[in-house]
């Protein structure tokens, strides 16, 4: 087994409790490690034996994309549609953070984590 990862990719999206949040849109950050086994990658050098990172990002641009009101739903909509497309991922962690979220102080980002 081993774990690939795409860390640090940047959205401008359109997602958050409030109305506001929603019509203005924000900057989210995504982290997705994957847990897989990588054997026939490693050894023979190919594409099938892992995952193409290229689709990756492509999906989780995909749902980056949709409005939606929740972090929580939004990683866990990034897990269920990497489950779908790679079947043979044994793990999934995402985080996913919202930079400058709208509370009374000082706060980088809100981030939510989840695994399945």
Known sequence: ?????????????????????????????????????????????????????EKVYELISKVMSEEVALLEFLANQIIKILKSKFPDVKKIWVKVGKYNPPIQGLCHRAVVELSS
């Open 1 to 53: 087994m081993a774990f690939v990862s795409l860390e640090g990719m940047e959205f401008y999206a359109h997602h958050g409790y409030y109305e506001e949040e929603r019509k203005i849109g924000g900057k989210y950050s995504v982290d997705v490690k994957l847990e897989l086994d990588v054997d026939l990658a490693a050894r023979e050098d190919k594409l099938e034996g892992t995952v193409n990172y």
